[in-house]
């Protein structure tokens, strides 16, 4: 059953974090609220751990579902059980979603026919029950670009987003937001393009624990790295950065506000 959410008005929020798949969460989670890391969004990934994920739904955590393109099977009907879980479960959006182009040998991405027929499914799926929607997109900007202007998506974040002020822009003139993440601590290109993009448009994550923090000891930490080199982008202070990346959270994923 759809349990409820409240919002604290104060502290960090995490966008994109996979909960389900931390090692020591209890502790690494005491350790976040310490660092005033106060909220969570765990996207799903495939219908497989979509029950490890809505474990996590709790006064401090938010969930989204949907089938990531690495894990796209057209043996089973990911579109049927995404509808069934909608019927059963509150969730704040539909993802983690989107295009993954990379070519790796080792790791072979499903056909990209494939990635795409499911996109475009899920993102449908969103448009009808009004939700925004995560997208990975991985070597597929142009792909994913046309396919949300074609299907008049206007409502999401691009998570985990690297690339050009040029395509920044090409994202937020179609609505989106962007996810920022510890990716921007080694892409000087990122940097740069942070310094043209509305502060309106940004939010934090760390997508621990995958986002480039292997080898950190607590990756649910790195959201207060991401957000200082943020805050000197910008050139404003934390607390300025704090108030504006929660307030756009807030709105994109309807979080209620905690009176």
Known sequence: MPTSRRYSDSGWIDSHCHLNELATAPAQLKEAKQAQIEYFIVPGTAPQQWSDVIAWQSAHCAIALGTHPWFVDPNEDQIGQLIVALQQHEVVAIGEIGLDFYSNQSQPRPHRALQQRLFEAQLMIAKAHRLPVIVHSVKA????????????????????????????????????????GPLILKSPKTRAALAQVPLSQMLLETDAPFGNSHSAANPLLQILSVAQCVAEIKQISLAQLQHATRGNTQRLFCLPADH
């Open 141 to 180: 900007h142009q792909q994913v670009i046309d396919t949300l202007r074609r299907l008049a998506i206007e409502d999401g974040v691009v998570h985990a987003f690297i690339g050009s002020a040029e395509l920044a822009q090409q994202y937020i003139e179609l609505g989106f937001h962007l996810g920022i």
